[in-house]
């Protein structure tokens, strides 16, 4: 049984009395554990795509399952507790709190959690020598380089053990170099830990560590 | 508890400007307190005013004396059991900025009506017994640094100004009520006469044998003299303290509108600084809704944040205000006698605290609680 299920998903944007499609009936399964990355041409709706798999935004029309549950039917409400319990985000601003060192930021998710500080403190841990940064911890955003920076919002993506990481570009603002370091890194969490990805990019050789890559272009979803 | 954490570092992202957000509220909530003080204060001296004691002045204004005749006859009339009366001096001390309330008053009747003034009987009889001698309450010893048996020169504002009045200091009182003032200076009517040819009552006070005939005796006062060249009003010492309380003008209106300004002034400064502060974080709010941080959560600890840098302003400004005053003994020259910051008014005080916290925050709290996710992340990005 797929993990998540994407159906007759439509996204219309009302712009004063303007109505803008983004895309119309789009179907889409993915299986828990896969890597899936999503590409396409700017504007073609990826990020909008993703956005509400996250639960981030809601469809105009269709349905997006994941495990049994419908978010698109989701109040506001539903959905903020759905994403602190399912979804672990990385950005490709990475997207980092900078008033907060990197512990803080990483321990950000479990503050939404019941786990007492010690449990917090033992899952940040973990999540930062994932991504081996545990000797960063008391640095803030701006005391580490864009490569160390992204590896801490993956950490915080992953600190809470999350259904789906929803990754938007992870790799659009770094140099060649950290790029390799971040998607291996997701390569690893997806093989390793067996994490189901949905990756959304512009780059090919990216999108070449994932299982398959999807096409999102004028509206239409191809493999 | 485990949002502190995040709070604080929200508060301490500009140092300087929480700083001063914080000084701000202090420096009002300070000024408000002290307002609404001098508010409380003036209240409280309408009720030194006793409801067994009369006082018979000028129909026309308290600063026109009365007759020295009147004496003889206000002792007649039915319901009164003794009368007194006194003579405001205006005396100065070096400077004119050394101002005080000097009366000179008829010793002998006028201690026995006013048991506020309490002094030890020694110092009574000293007093009595020299004709220049004075009773000084102890915050104007204080205050001047007097010491008793000392001999000081005052100036009045009413008789030969210029002129030196040597007075010795014979006795010093406590008063039994602190609204009674302990800054007030008394001496013999005697004494005053002597040296001015001007002087007269101020005004007649009258110890009720029944404090329920104070409606007639007034009325009887004010129709004897009624067409007399002094013609009077007679009333209550609650209600004559009163309107010696209203000869300030309309202290408490001007007093509430300065207090209403402050609120509102620093009103808009603490939510300027939350609008300021929320604004340049949309995005990491909308990481944190990302995050599954939910809407109400966010709102509260904007609200949070606002509250904390208002009640922490309160609590500085406040206790600041409570303690100052309390250590040096303000009595603003002796017109607040029993100044204080009362619990009541702190409390007041710290409540415009809350208050200014919900108000600034409210804002910036709900537009944190609808902010779009998605929209503010691409418009961000």
Known sequence: ?223 | MKYLKLIRANLFRSKRRTILTVASVAAALFLFVTLRSVLTTLDDAKEVGSETRMVTRSSISIVFPLPEAYYQWLQTVPGVSSVTWSSWFGGVYRDPKDFFATLAVDAETYLPMYPEIDTPVEQREAFMAERTAAIVGSGLMERFGWSLNQTINLRSTIYSPGEEWPFTIRAVYEPTNPSFGDENFFFHYEYLYEKSQFAQPGWYIMLLSDPTAAASVAETIDEHYKNSRAATRTETERAFQTGFVTMYGNVGFLLNAIGMAVFFAILFVAANTMMMSARERVNEQAVLKTLGFSDGLLFALVMTEAAVITIVGGLLGVGSAKLLFGLTGFQGAGFLPGFEIKWSTSIVGLAIAVLLGVISGFVPAWQALRLPISQTLRRVA
């Open chain 1, 1 to 223: 049984m797929a993990l998540l299920e994407v159906r007759n998903l439509s996204k219309v944007y009302f712009r004063d009395s303007q109505q803008i499609p983004v895309f119309e009936d789009i179907d889409l399964s993915i299986e828990s554990g896969e890597f899936l990355a999503l590409m396409g041409p700017s504007g073609s709706g990826k990020t909008t795509l993703l956005n509400l798999i996250a639960g981030l935004d809601t469809p105009t029309t269709g349905e997006i399952v994941v495990g049994d549950e419908n978010i698109a039917a989701m109040s506001r409400r539903q959905l903020a507790a759905w994403r602190s319990r399912h979804v672990g985000f990385i950005f490709q601003l990475y997207n980092l709190l900078p008033v907060l060192t990197a512990y803080q930021n990483v321990e950000l998710p479990l503050l939404l959690t019941s786990l007492s500080k010690r449990e917090r403190r033992d899952h940040v841990m973990t999540a930062m020598g994932v991504v081996g940064l545990t000797d960063r911890t008391d640095h803030f955003p701006r005391q580490l380089s864009g490569g160390q920076e992204q590896r801490v919002g993956i950490a915080r993506a992953i600190v809470s053990d999350p259904t789906l990481i929803l990754a938007d570009e992870p790799t659009g603002d770094l140099d060649a170099k950290s790029a390799e370091e971040i998607l291996t890194l997701l390569q690893r969490l997806n093989e390793e830990y067996q994490k189901t990805i949905v990756m959304v990019t512009h780059d090919q050789r990216a999108a070449d560590r994932g299982h398959a890559v999807m096409h999102l272009d004028k509206g239409v979803l191809t493999r």
